[in-house]
């Protein structure tokens, strides 16, 4: 072999390799053209409309006194409190005024969707006050033996200042605040812990308040209500140690198969610790009333004179039921009514505690009447 065949044929080869997997990779099939994905339809861009600088502030403000289980419910409907919000507006009544505010309930019963429900109105009190109109809160039912009244912090309650929410993402000095509220510390899921009596005690509740100024103008009680342990069942009535005379008293329960015959001097010993129990504590009423008068700076007493409430329902609106003819003025025992409430047609006064009803009413009235030797004039 001549002198550089060797590497003229292995050039010669590697050329050859070089051609075919050109012309190989020649023959490929052609790559399928990719399927144009269809474009999907661009969803509609959505508005929110921006938050009302005090649109929680009605939710904020605790509801004393409603039943745990019903709270959800009251929360339910798209409630609307502008006109709360716009009494703290320029030119408002709560305008530049510090103000207390709590919440509470009032079922009733009003049309919805064409038919007519027992619903949990939600409803906000407001107390323009230089100072918290109390620190205190009633327990109170015709269920439970003897009135309550307790510190708030007892019930972990306090008056906390609220903060509009413009404000809440920066440093706030709360001390200048004008807005407080009544707020409930109690975690919902403790409440299977809690005992019975104690998680009663919440629905029992009342904002108390206490108006020294004016105790003068109201009579005080005369009446206590009776619990009186007999077998085999209590005894529930109540006693006007003005109007009732306590033998008959006595002698009508045991005519009516209230009370045993055989339990009555019990009874009435009963009784008549309770009438002295009542006349011991409105004598003390009217003592502490009397230091505290003594005591009080005119300020004080001009904070007292010029203390007004006001009580908000929601305004009507399609997401909402209609409560325009069940608004009341009446707030609770302790406050008694609003100085001003926003109203509709009519107002039905539906108190929460039984003394204020027609039924206890009716029979304060004839007690009197059969004081006096005169008829009823239902039964006549």
């Not at 009535?237 to 198969?257: A, G, R, S």
């Not at 039905?348 to 004039?377: C, D, H, M, N, T």
């Amino acid at each position: 072999m001549r002198k550089g065949a060797k590497r003229k044929a292995a050039s010669q080869k590697q050329e050859d390799t070089q051609v075919k997997a050109s012309q190989k990779e020649n023959h490929k099939p052609a790559p399928k053209a990719k399927r144009a994905k269809a474009s999907e339809p661009q969803p509609e861009p959505e508005y929110f409309e921006d938050k009302r600088n005090l649109e929680d502030l009605w939710k904020a403000a605790f509801p004393v006194g409603t039943e745990w289980d019903q709270l959800d419910t009251v929360y339910q409907y798209n409630w609307n409190f502008s006109n709360l919000e716009d009494a703290f507006e320029e030119g408002g009544k709560l305008y530049g005024k510090k103000t207390f505010l709590f919440g509470c309930t009032e079922p009733q019963l009003v049309p919805y969707k064409g038919e007519n429900k027992v619903i949990c109105i939600p409803v906000v009190v407001a107390v323009v006050s230089p100072f918290p109109p109390s620190d205190k809160i009633g327990i109170n039912s015709v269920q439970r033996e003897a009135e309550e009244i307790i510190p708030m912090k007892q019930m972990k309650m306090d008056w906390v200042p609220y903060i509009p929410l413009e404000n809440r993402d920066r440093q706030v000095d709360r001390l200048k605040s004008q807005i407080f509220i009544l707020s409930c510390t109690q975690r919902r899921v403790a409440l299977k812990q809690m005992k019975i009596d104690r998680l009663k005690k919440y629905e029992y509740c009342l904002p108390y308040f206490y108006q020294p100024l004016k105790e003068d103008e109201l009579e005080q009680s005369t009446e206590v209500q009776i619990i009186f342990p007999a077998e085999p069942k209590p005894v529930f009535c109540e006693f006007d140690w003005e109007l009732d005379e306590l033998d008959e008293f006595t002698d009508k329960l045991i005519e009516e198969d209230e009370l045993d015959n055989d339990q009555k001097d019990a009874f009435k010993e009963f009784v008549k610790e309770k009438v002295r129990e009542a006349k011991k504590a409105n004598r003390q009423a009217r003592e502490a009333r009397k230091k505290a008068l003594e005591e009080m700076s005119e300020e004080t007493k001009a904070a007292f004179e010029n203390m007004r409430f006001y009580k908000f329902y929601p305004v009507q609106t399609q997401d909402a039921p209609d409560v325009s003819n069940v608004k009341s003025p009446f707030i609770n025992r302790y406050y008694g009514k609003a100085h001003e409430h926003w109203e509709h047609s009519r107002d039905v006064i539906v108190p929460s505690e039984s003394e204020y009803s027609v039924e206890a009413f009716s029979k304060r009235f004839e007690r009197f009447l059969k004081a006096q030797g005169a008829k009823s004039p239902v039964a006549a």
